[in-house]
């Protein structure tokens, strides 16, 4: 897939943004980044035409919002 190399770019910017585990306003930041891509991943299926670039970067951002929800979710603990 030639476009993969934006899906990668796309991953790891919104990976960076993402909010951390640790914080004490985990909540309002996770709205933030959802309402951030969701606003990112309309607006790029406008331009899918024009500038497809921007429309994977966006996918990138969904698979990075997957593993943030994913990351989340699953809490793997091990006793002794």
């Known amino acids: ?3 993969s190399n934006i899906i990668m770019y796309g991953f790891l910017v919104w990976l960076f943004i993402a909010p951390r585990n640790n914080s004490s306003r985990y909540g309002e930041f996770f709205l933030a980044y959802m309402a951030a ?3 990112s991943l ?3 299926s406008e331009i899918l035409m ?4 921007a429309f994977f970067f ?3 951002g969904v ?4 593993y943030v929800v994913m990351r989340k979710t699953i809490h793997i603990a091990i006793k002794k």
Request: hydrophobic share 60%; aromatic share 16%.
């Open 63 to 66: 698979f990075a919002f997957v």
């Open 37 to 39: 891509l969701l606003f």
């Open 50 to 53: 024009v500038k497809p670039a």
């Open 42 to 44: 309309v607006g790029s």
């Open 58 to 60: 966006t996918i990138g």
């Open 1 to 3: 897939m030639k476009n």
